[in-house]
């Protein structure tokens, strides 16, 4: 209940993330559910702490591991399959399986009924005290089953008041619904815009349902997009935060996110997750069938970069599926599945949560510390360009810190390094390497392809073999910095990698492009 | 009189379910099944069946030929 009475206070003094100006609650009640344009700077503020970020907005997302990149090393959300109805279709999309921009295609979730769905999230967060976030998100829309929807909600809120709650919604019936998300304290929502222009979004809608028609090709596509929008500004007028999902489909709708971007900033949303499009053909969606390619890392780093300024930018989505449990980039949903929960003693002890994460906030204070320390002691050095970026790859089990063995990791963060700045920009998911203590030669090439933008990797420890392998293809293999911070690591591996180029020891050179992993995120 | 759910085809998303006017569509085992003794083919509600239109597998909602179409009042 601690969001109940906080939706008029933030919205009247909601500010400009960057450059967006939302009208105070009375205001608005006059002037409908306008923005207004404004000044204000540029920046990524997700990614570092509270940045530019109003501490109103800052409080309500800082813990969200959806929302804060620094968060979603320490806390969980959970996802239910509650809602297995959509109300339209996309091109990237098969519906035998979940939706795949909110969960992966090829991969089904256990459909839940609101009681299961409750019961499940009272026994994972009676498991795992970091689980603060509980999402619904398909695998249909969660608005296109409105009932079964606002029921979990209204029952998660009773027994567990401490959950935070959102959903995810292509928009289509966003308008109806935006008075009874108040209701239930959603202070979270996501829209999937992929396109602000019928002409564009005729190519990744074949039709949608809508006041008992289905509507095909570009007049559906024009309804969706200001039912969509229509939305956004309903939700921003009662200060609901709402971030904006788009997936980058190369080739329809790469250039026009951009403008994407800004109308979704004009009207108030305040992160934008760009993901790329998944589209193996065995998923047997229309993209994958007719070949539509997915972007490369650098050409998804490319859009995204071009709207940072916009819409603050969100890159650590791991477009996991909607029965997802855990720890973004981790699934423990086989742990909780109905059979399982069945036999489980569930007591919700909310103090036995508040004192872990008081634990989780005081490790994550000495991780911030550590970066400031780090940057602070960054080297000014002659003979090497000042405004060199390189990326680095980190394998960590969380707690923000080097832990991971090479071997182990199935997925990389990917930080990107100045003389002044340790930023998160994404993550590379990886076959496994190391496979029960036996290296797999053959999956090396594959890990090299996955941040083969990158300058060096570090790791807790490396064999011998991945280590040459990794040299050979001109990364650096680094675990000298083993159990440390991540980006007091990363800044360290920085500084002494420029005194060698100062020394004359090395010499820069660019890297090349890497590939996204297509495929279902799974556990190991 | 009536349409019927091809039940392989159906993916059991429930979408169908709270669009038909006549509460005719079903839920068993996870998939969807129309009872033709209510349905009207939406006949007098809609201009096209709502179980078809909302339906995403193409040819999965479909007229049931083992009845006569039905015939409005």
């Given at each position: 209940m601690e969001y109940a009475q906080d939706g008029a206070l933030s919205q009247s003094r909601l500010k400009p993330l960057n450059g967006i100006k939302i009208e105070v609650a009375g205001q608005a009640a006059s002037s409908g559910c306008g923005t207004t344009g404004g000044e204000g700077k540029a920046s990524c503020g997700s990614s570092d702490g509270q940045g530019d970020m109003p501490a109103e907005v800052w409080e309500k997302v800082k813990n969200h591991p959806c929302y804060s990149e620094e968060a979603h090393h320490h806390y969980a959300r959970m996802h239910v399959a509650v809602a297995p109805a959509c109300n339209i279709q996309c091109n990237y999309c098969n519906r035998k399986y979940d939706c795949s921009n909110e969960s992966r295609p090829g991969v089904v979730s256990q459909k839940l009924t609101p009681e299961q769905a409750v019961k499940k999230v009272v026994a994972v967060a009676s498991e795992i005290p970091q689980m603060t976030v509980l999402g619904i998100a398909g695998p249909g829309d969660a608005l296109a089953n409105p009932k079964k929807t606002f029921d979990t909600f209204r029952m998660l809120q009773e027994q567990a008041p401490?959950?935070?709650?959102?959903?995810?919604?292509?928009?289509?019936?966003?308008?109806?619904?935006?008075?009874?998300?108040?209701?239930?304290?959603?202070?979270?929502?996501?829209?999937?815009?992929?396109?602000?222009?019928?002409?564009?979004?005729?190519?990744?809608?074949?039709?949608?349902?809508?006041?008992?028609?289905?509507?095909?090709?570009?007049?559906?596509?024009?309804?969706?997009?200001?039912?969509?929008?229509?939305?956004?500004?309903?939700?921003?007028?009662?200060?609901?935060?709402?971030?904006?999902?788009?997936?980058?489909?190369?080739?329809?709708?790469?250039?026009?996110?951009?403008?994407?971007?800004?109308?979704?900033?004009?009207?108030?949303?305040?992160?934008?997750?760009?993901?790329?499009?998944?589209?193996?053909?065995?998923?047997?969606?229309?993209?994958?069938?007719?070949?539509?390619?997915?972007?490369?890392?650098?050409?998804?780093?490319?859009?995204q970069d071009a709207c940072m300024g916009g819409a603050n930018l969100m890159r650590h989505c791991r477009q996991c599926r909607a029965d997802a449990v855990g720890l973004l980039g981790e699934d423990r949903s086989d742990e909780f599945t109905l059979d399982k929960i069945e036999e489980m003693e569930v007591v919700y002890d909310l103090e036995k949560r508040r004192a872990y994460q008081e634990k989780v906030e005081a490790e994550r204070q000495s991780q911030h510390q550590a970066k400031v320390d780090a940057l602070s002691a960054a080297l000014d050095l002659e003979n090497v360009d000042p405004d060199m970026k390189v990326l680095v790859a980190v394998a960590t089990e969380g707690h923000g810190k080097v832990n991971q063995h090479f071997g182990h990791a199935t997925e990389f963060q990917i930080f990107e390094l100045t003389a002044t700045s340790a930023t998160f920009v994404g993550h590379r998911r990886v076959d496994l390497y190391c496979q029960g203590g036996f290296g797999e030669d053959e999956q090396l090439p594959s890990i090299v392809n996955a941040i083969n933008d990158c300058h060096a990797v570090l790791v807790a420890k490396i064999g011998a073999c991945p280590r040459d392998e990794l040299k050979a293809a001109g990364i650096e293999p680094v675990d000298q910095y083993a159990h440390e911070f991540i980006e007091k690591a990363a800044l360290s591996w920085f500084s002494d990698y420029r005194s060698r180029i100062a020394s004359g020891e090395i010499a820069h050179q660019t890297r090349g492009d890497a590939a996204i992993r297509q495929g279902a995120f799974k556990a190991a | 009189m009536a349409y019927k759910i091809v039940g392989s085809q159906c993916t059991g998303c429930s979408a169908c379910e709270p669009e038909c006017p006549n509460q005719a569509i079903y839920e068993k085992n996870g998939v969807f099944f129309i009872k033709p003794e209510k349905c009207t083919e939406c006949i007098g509600h809609f201009d096209e069946a709502q179980c078809v239109a909302a339906c995403p597998v193409d040819n999965t909602c479909i007229i049931d030929n083992a009845y006569p179409r039905y015939q409005a009042a």
């Open positions: 401490d959950i935070k709650l959102c959903l995810s919604t292509n928009g289509l019936a966003l308008p109806d619904y935006v008075d009874e998300i108040a209701k239930y304290n959603v202070d979270h929502v996501t829209i999937t815009i992929n396109m602000i222009d019928a002409e564009v979004g005729e190519k990744i809608y074949p039709w949608i349902f809508y006041n008992h028609k289905r509507i095909y090709g570009r007049e559906a596509a024009q309804i969706l997009t200001e039912r969509q929008m229509l939305g956004l500004e309903m939700l921003t007028a009662r200060g609901i935060l709402t971030k904006i999902n788009s997936v980058l489909i190369p080739g329809i709708n790469d250039e026009h996110l951009y403008e994407v971007n800004r109308a979704v900033k004009s009207r108030g949303a305040f992160l934008h997750n760009i993901m790329p499009l998944i589209s193996e053909a065995e998923h047997g969606t229309v993209f994958g069938l007719t070949g539509q390619r997915g972007p490369s890392a650098q050409e998804l780093k490319d859009v | -």
